[in-house]
């Protein structure tokens, strides 16, 4: 079936035991896109454990016809995973340039757990080969040099662990990983990290001033992992921050969309993120009465007005908002 928006080609990349593979069956899982990691493939026509000699070639060949198949899905509107290891960034450029050329959008995700953890999954595998090859520690140490990670410039989002993405039909965060959301399927939710520090302050108006100290305030919040980001065709598109410094009780501390992204039900998505993370009966937040957009966001959500404090910014008082976002937290809740 033809998606009414652009196809989406996952690309996933990762040293051998990263867990590329188990990623890429939960976005096929998960979402509508068709799988292709190359090892399953070549290990079914050549076996688990083929001639070093001839290897190189009987890859190249598959992966060049695995390539006809995902551009012809890409040209047809159908979303695309592509788990072919990625290690050099040449390749990973190439493959970005013809998705795009097909008319998808390329959403990169980069695997990164500890090399021990890397070695330990390899074992594990090795004791059950299902379309992936038998790697000795040899191997695994040997070919290290060969895998290039990609930089910051590549936009690759970092992932720890392989069921920290959750691509579902509702949002469900899992942890601090990714959400998405079918209402808006092209929006990923996922934990702020240091890299994103001056994409934010860049997207923020009054962080990029250097006003009221949102520049340290969005540090420190993605220092204490309080801070959620919004990306949309690979663009960071907004940010939400959920802490606990009021009164104790769940509290959106911030929620900012950069400019040309706002009234398109964004902030709504982020809301709903942090409700579902929020671990207290109530959920805060506060806004200036001059604040209209955030008002009507407010009145869209269910949120009650709990009163006003005067005297924060001189004549636009803040308006306090709850809304009881846990109910079998009921009884918890009492000050
Ligand atoms: C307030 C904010 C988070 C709302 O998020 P959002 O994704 O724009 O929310 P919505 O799309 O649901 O829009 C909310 C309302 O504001 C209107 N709106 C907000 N920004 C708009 C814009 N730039 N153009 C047109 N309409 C806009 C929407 O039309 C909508 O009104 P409606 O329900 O009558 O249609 C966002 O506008 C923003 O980031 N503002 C700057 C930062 C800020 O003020 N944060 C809140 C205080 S912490």
Not at 158 to 174: E, Q
Not at 185 to 213: F, K, S, V, W, Y
Not at 261 to 272: A, E, K, M, P, S
């Amino acid at each position: 079936m033809k998606n009414p928006s652009p196809p989406i080609a996952y690309l996933i990349t990762g040293y051998l035991g990263a867990g590329k593979t188990t990623l890429a069956k939960r976005i096929e899982a998960e979402s509508a896109a068709v799988r292709f990691s190359l090892d399953e493939w070549v290990t079914h026509l050549f076996g688990d454990d083929p001639p070093v000699e001839t290897f190189d070639d009987k890859r190249e060949r598959v992966r060049e016809l695995m390539q006809r198949y995902w551009l012809r899905l890409l040209g047809k509107g159908c979303d695309v995973v592509l788990d072919e290891g990625f290690w050099s960034r040449s390749r990973r450029g190439e493959v970005k340039t013809l998705a795009r050329e097909a008319g998808a959008v390329v959403r990169g995700y980069v695997l990164n757990p500890s090399e021990d953890e890397m070695w330990r999954r390899c074992e594990k595998r090795n004791r059950r080969l299902d379309g992936s090859f038998f790697i000795s520690r040899n191997t695994f140490d040997v070919l290290k040099p060969r895998y290039e990670p990609p930089d910051e410039s590549e936009g690759f989002v970092p992932i720890d662990n392989p069921l920290d993405l959750n691509v579902a039909h509702n949002l469900r965060p899992h942890r601090d990983g990714q959400v998405m959301s079918a209402q808006t399927p092209r929006l990923m939710i996922r934990a702020a990290n240091q890299a994103d520090i001056p994409t934010l302050i860049d997207l923020d108006n009054i962080a990029r001033a250097d006003r009221e100290g949102r520049r340290d305030f969005i540090r420190t919040a993605i220092e204490k992992r309080e801070c959620h980001v919004a990306i949309s065709f690979d663009e960071v598109v907004g940010y939400v921050v959920l802490n606990y410094h009021f009164y104790g009780q769940g509290f959106i501390d911030m929620l900012y969309l950069k400019d040309g992204f706002r009234g398109q039900g964004i902030g709504g998505r982020l809301v709903d993120y942090v409700e579902a993370r929020c671990r207290t009966l109530k959920l805060f937040t506060s806004t200036n009465v001059s604040n209209q957009p955030m008002q009507k966001l407010m009145a869209k959500k269910g949120y009650e007005p709990s009163g006003e404090i005067h005297n924060l910014d001189e004549g636009d008082p803040e308006i306090v908002y709850c809304k009881y976002v846990n109910p079998s937290k009921q009884g918890e809740g009492k000050r």
